[in-house]
């Protein structure tokens, strides 16, 4: 295997580069975060994260947290994966991820709290290799190489083991372990590791009602979004569901639920994006939502649907996660209000992130992409990413959405609808779900020759296989009855 990596390693590189480079240069050029910027006395360390008893995902997440709490600033988690137990098989699968911190801690001080923590949150050793509440492991500590009774540094056997390579890509690839035989990237050794038959896939909780989203997957479920806007000024919907009391639109939305392909996520909003929109109130757009959001939540018909509130208001969206609301969707990224990504990461819950550029009332003059619209929406996104994971939000807790028809043409939506899977497998965005919602939208109706926002059904059906077909997770709508059709269709097509 070494020998093949050397082999690779040096075809590719002689390729990319007309300087060969030594070993040592090579790594300066691909130096990753675990050594630079990181301020006397602290260090750069990665570790390993399981768990396969109870709510695995809630005990990961209730580690990172006891981390802070003590002192270990994490800066950086990766996605979360499923896998199966290995050499005990009879126990449940676990969930793996990988977190990067800066801790002023010695190796076997850090040990020592992560050992700690993993007693606080009930783990018991009963037989080696078992089952486990949570595992906290560390893999790479600065460029150090430790070796003793209690710590291994490299963590043993890493390399071999996808579970525990694969979250380590997601931060950082192009690294090199710092071994003396070494040559070859982290991303290099895991493309070379056996095909599993199993394939890991990125994971993604909704909520507590729903399966997560494994958005790797290929044969996985497109979840139906419908869009309920309580506004009166709504583009498409012209204040049909603008009412004070829900109780009249809970049969509506018990329909969603019983259909050959029932809505998953509700998407509430009670404060227009459209261009030129009216601003209201934080206080008007909550007493537009939270009856609603509080009325589903009571009624045992919805069990199976989770709540997304599409805001860019933090106070707003606290309130709605208060009442029962699981998901926040921010068409702006955290970018119209400060305290937003602050806000999603003290609460832990999954949002999206969408891409738009300005605000409602000048995005449609920032349509300038010159590197092309796929670069320049995918490079944003990344910026938006990190701002996030700056905030403190997981990134096993972010979804995205291109934003079709924010701060884009006709030409450059279609563009992102055409070469959507390519957005997708955009270079650092890999792994994230995605959300696509052309609904009902304006160059809709200016290519099809259907002015009515509601009558756009046939060109909005063919914008949502386009976006199965490219690798959307969720498909955000109007027309439920009609578009869980199209899902239905375009799954059995595309998702096999």
Same mark, same amino acid.
Request: net charge negative; glycine share 6%; with cysteine.
């Given at each position: 295997?070494?020998e093949?990596?050397?082999?690779?390693?040096?075809?590719?590189?002689?390729?990319?580069?007309?300087?060969?480079?030594? &070993?040592?240069?090579?790594?300066?050029?691909?130096?990753?975060?675990?050594?630079?910027?990181?301020?006397?006395?602290?260090?750069?360390?990665?570790l390993?994260?399981?768990?396969?008893?109870?709510?695995?995902?809630?005990?990961?997440?209730?580690?990172?947290?006891?981390?802070? /709490?003590?002192?270990?600033?994490?800066?950086?988690?990766?996605?979360?994966?499923e896998?199966? %137990?290995?050499?005990?098989?009879?126990?449940?699968?676990?969930?793996?991820?990988?977190?990067?911190?800066?801790?002023?801690?010695s190796?076997?001080?850090?040990?020592?709290?992560?050992?700690?923590?993993?007693?606080?949150?009930?783990?018991?050793?009963?037989?080696?290799?078992? %089952?486990?509440?949570? /595992?906290?492991?560390?893999?790479?500590?600065?460029?150090?190489?430790?070796e003793?009774?209690?710590?291994?540094?490299?963590?043993?056997?890493?390399?071999?083991?996808?579970?525990?390579?694969?979250?380590?890509?997601?931060?950082?690839?192009?690294?090199? %372990? %710092?071994t003396?035989?070494?040559?070859?990237?982290?991303?290099?050794?895991?493309?070379?590791?056996?095909?599993? @038959?199993?394939?890991?896939?990125?994971?993604?909780?909704?909520?507590?009602?729903?399966?997560?989203?494994?958005?790797?997957?290929?044969?996985r479920?497109?979840?139906?979004?419908?869009?309920?806007?309580?506004?009166?000024?709504?583009?498409?919907?012209?204040?049909?569901?603008?009412?004070? /009391?829900?109780?009249p639109?809970?049969d509506?939305l018990?329909?969603?639920?019983?259909?050959?392909?029932?809505?998953?996520?509700?998407?509430?909003?009670?404060?227009?994006?459209?261009? #030129?929109?009216?601003?209201?109130?934080?206080?008007?757009?909550?007493?537009?939502?939270?009856?609603?959001?509080?009325?589903?939540?009571?009624?045992?018909?919805?069990?199976?649907?989770a709540?997304?509130?599409?805001?860019?208001?933090?106070?707003?969206a606290?309130?709605?996660?208060?009442?029962?609301?699981?998901?926040?969707?921010?068409?702006?990224?955290?970018?119209?209000?400060?305290?937003?990504?602050?806000?999603? =990461?003290?609460?832990?819950? @999954?949002c999206?992130?969408?891409?738009?550029?300005? @605000?409602?009332?000048?995005?449609?003059?920032?349509?300038?992409?010159?590197?092309?619209?796929?670069?320049?929406?995918?490079n944003e996104?990344?910026?938006?990413?990190?701002?996030?994971?700056?905030?403190?939000?997981?990134?096993?807790?972010?979804?995205?959405?291109?934003?079709?028809?924010?701060?884009?043409?006709?030409?450059?939506?279609?563009?992102?609808?055409?070469?959507?899977?390519?957005?997708?497998?955009?270079?650092?965005?890999?792994?994230?779900?995605?959300?696509?919602?052309?609904? &009902?939208?304006?160059?809709?109706?200016?290519? @099809?020759?259907?002015?009515?926002?509601?009558?756009?059904?046939?060109?909005?059906?063919?914008?949502?296989? =386009?976006?199965?077909?490219?690798?959307?997770?969720?498909?955000?709508? #109007?027309?439920?009855?009609?578009?869980?059709q199209?899902?239905?269709?375009? /799954? =059995?097509?595309?998702?096999?």
């Open positions: 295997m070494v093949r990596l050397k082999k690779r390693f040096d075809n590719d590189y002689a390729t990319s580069c007309s300087v060969h480079l030594e &070993r040592h240069e090579y790594e300066r050029s691909q130096r990753s975060l675990l050594s630079s910027d990181v301020q006397d006395g602290r260090h750069r360390v990665y390993a994260l399981g768990s396969n008893l109870g709510n695995r995902v809630e005990m990961i997440e209730s580690a990172v947290r006891q981390m802070s /709490d003590r002192g270990i600033t994490v800066l950086r988690t990766s996605a979360l994966y896998t199966k %137990p290995m050499y005990l098989e009879n126990q449940q699968s676990f969930i793996n991820g990988a977190c990067e911190i800066e801790t002023s801690l190796p076997l001080g850090l040990l020592d709290q992560l050992k700690l923590i993993e007693h606080d949150l009930g783990r018991v050793k009963t037989v080696e290799n078992g %089952p486990r509440t949570i /595992d906290l492991d560390i893999l790479l500590y600065d460029e150090e190489r430790v003793n009774l209690r710590l291994s540094i490299p963590h043993k056997r890493m390399l071999e083991r996808e579970f525990v390579l694969r979250p380590l890509c997601d931060l950082i690839p192009n690294s090199i %372990p %710092p003396p035989d070494s040559i070859a990237t982290y991303q290099d050794i895991l493309e070379q590791l056996p095909e599993s @038959t199993d394939p890991l896939s990125a994971m993604t909780p909704l909520s507590d009602y729903l399966p997560p989203i494994r958005n790797q997957s290929p044969t479920p497109t979840h139906l979004m419908a869009i309920l806007n309580l506004t009166p000024d709504s583009f498409s919907d012209g204040g049909l569901h603008s009412t004070a /009391d829900p109780i639109l809970l509506t018990r329909s969603y639920t019983n259909q050959r392909h029932p809505v998953t996520i509700l998407d509430v909003g009670g404060q227009s994006t459209r261009p #030129h929109a009216p601003q209201i109130s934080p206080d008007e757009e909550l007493s537009r939502i939270l009856p609603t959001i509080e009325a589903i939540r009571s009624d045992p018909s919805f069990q199976t649907m709540i997304s509130i599409d805001t860019y208001r933090a106070s707003v606290a309130e709605a996660i208060k009442a029962g609301a699981d998901i926040i969707n921010d068409v702006s990224s955290g970018q119209l209000d400060p305290e937003m990504l602050p806000t999603i =990461a003290k609460l832990g819950c @999954t999206i992130l969408m891409h738009m550029r300005g @605000t409602p009332e000048t995005m449609n003059t920032l349509i300038s992409y010159p590197d092309g619209v796929i670069n320049g929406v995918g996104l990344l910026e938006r990413v990190r701002d996030a994971e700056k905030a403190g939000i997981r990134r096993w807790r972010i979804m995205l959405d291109p934003g079709i028809g924010f701060a884009k043409t006709q030409a450059q939506s279609l563009e992102l609808l055409r070469r959507f899977s390519e957005l997708r497998d955009f270079e650092g965005l890999r792994g994230f779900p995605w959300v696509v919602g052309a609904s &009902r939208k304006g160059f809709i109706g200016k290519i @099809t020759g259907v002015q009515d926002a509601k009558e756009r059904k046939w060109g909005t059906a063919t914008t949502v296989a =386009a976006a199965i077909q490219g690798g959307a997770d969720i498909v955000r709508v #109007h027309d439920v009855s009609e578009m869980g199209v899902v239905a269709m375009a /799954d =059995a097509i595309w998702r096999v």
